[in-house]
């Protein structure tokens, strides 16, 4: 049974930092691309980042660039997503998730996804 499951939500300050992990399981994603999407309440679900396999390209939503970055280790079948300079617009549950295919940078691309961590930013 393949599983993804993030670790490392919580509440945090404005201007604060988290890192939030995605540990896989059941099979290996190494050449796989992996994502960090985000939801907040009454919203869609979006984009934030994605890495291909090698870690060589690697997509970022405008509104978080220059303060997240997402890196993986295939040793470890896990993804990263650090999170630097925290906005309470940067409230949502974080998922991460895997593609079979490309590197895609919406929802419908991904097969695989975690059930989500919660990440609070208070003001």
């Known amino acids: 049974q393949v599983q993804l499951v993030e670790s490392g939500g919580g509440l945090v300050q404005a201007g604060g930092s988290l890192r939030l992990s995605c540990a896989a399981s059941g099979r290996t994603f190494s050449r796989n691309a992996l994502a960090w999407f985000r939801q907040a309440p009454g919203a869609e679900r979006k984009f934030v980042a994605a890495i291909n396999w090698s870690g060589g390209i690697i997509p970022v939503a405008d509104s978080v660039k220059g303060r997240f970055a997402i890196s993986r280790d295939n040793n470890k079948n896990t993804v990263y997503l650090q999170m630097n300079s925290l906005k309470p617009e940067d409230t949502a549950v974080y998922y991460c998730?895997?593609?079979?295919?490309?590197?895609?940078?919406?929802?419908?691309?991904?097969?695989?996804w975690g059930q989500g961590t919660q990440v609070t930013v208070s003001s």
């Open positions: 998730a895997a593609a079979n295919f490309a590197i895609p940078t919406t929802a419908s691309g991904y097969n695989y």
